[in-house]
């Protein structure tokens, strides 16, 4: 029989990793938003219930999905006194899928199973039309025993399905993917700016990057989009900075500089402080192209 699953946080992931479970036969019970309409319609749409309280949620569950923005929230659902999800959770298992410090997902552990529960991290490396169609890529840090557990259910989300290691692991390799995919992100922007400046064929440009060294999967996913100025949000430039100052945070504890890691986090923070932090990251190009006010369209 397959398990009972709830939803923390229907974003535009979290929704989609909902629709997923519902088609391919599971039992989505419950799910949870801070923004009460969008719980309310996609409860609707799955035939599930929008819980109120988060002690609903896992009351209504066996496995219950964290699909939350950052540090601050994942404590508030957890380890909020009046209202969390450790309230009656014995025998639950917890799938953190946020990006998050890796010290959350250690201190998460242990509170869970001081509550009788179970948590493993589920980092994700892809985006919502991969979310929809069940063809993540999932880094899975915990115990082993653990994850072995929901290994099929984790296996109907994804096409890449990859244990790290220990609680906190799963969290640094996305970390690092995400450090790595915003350096090359900045400077697909900055490669792409320097050559609307010089007057050069931008799409010709993009081809010669494809076939050289200067090609990487953010050529493909975001030239386009920059050429155009379409910076519909899968991946937000508020988001780009958190997950670079996480990995800053994690080579400050080791000693390392990592000068491009930092310009990348400062050139995503501009964007949070100029008020495009909903845009996607490709939205960087509005910095780097000549002649963009920073905001699309203008």
Do not use: W
């Not at 380890?79 to 990006?99: K, P, S, V, Y």
């Amino acid at each position: 029989m397959k398990q009972k699953i709830a939803f923390v946080g229907v974003g535009r992931m979290g929704a989609n990793m909902a629709r997923r479970l519902k088609d391919v036969g599971y039992d989505v019970t419950a799910v949870y938003d801070v923004n009460t309409a969008a719980a309310v319609n996609l409860a609707a749409e799955i035939g599930a219930v929008a819980c109120a309280k988060l002690s609903e949620v896992t009351a209504a569950a066996e496995v219950i999905f964290t699909v939350v923005s950052n540090d601050a929230a994942t404590n508030g659902i957890f380890f909020n006194e009046a209202d969390n999800l450790l309230q009656g959770a014995a025998g639950r298992t917890f799938i953190n899928c946020a990006t998050l410090s890796p010290a959350v997902h250690v201190a998460l552990e242990a509170a869970c199973e001081k509550a009788g529960a179970a948590s493993i991290e589920g980092c994700m490396a892809s985006s919502i039309t991969q979310a929809r169609e069940g063809t993540l890529q999932l880094m899975i840090g915990g115990k082993r025993e653990v994850f072995e557990k929901m290994e099929p259910l984790l296996k109907k989300m994804s096409a890449v399905l990859t244990y790290v290691g220990p609680a906190g692991k799963a969290a640094e390799v996305k970390a690092l993917v995400n450090m790595v995919m915003n350096i090359n992100t900045a400077a697909l922007a900055e490669g792409l700016g320097l050559g609307a400046a010089l007057g050069l064929d931008l799409k010709m440009l993009m081809e010669v990057f494809a076939v050289t060294g200067a090609n990487s999967r953010v050529l493909a996913t975001d030239g386009e989009d920059m050429l155009n100025r379409d910076h519909a949000c899968f991946f937000s430039a508020e988001h780009a900075a958190k997950d670079s100052h996480i990995a800053l945070t994690l080579a400050q504890q080791h000693g390392l500089n990592l000068p491009l890691a930092a310009t990348t986090a400062q050139q995503y923070d501009r964007m949070v402080a100029a008020g495009l932090g909903d845009l996607d990251k490709s939205g960087i190009a509005e910095l780097t192209f000549p002649g963009r006010t920073h905001h699309p369209g203008a």
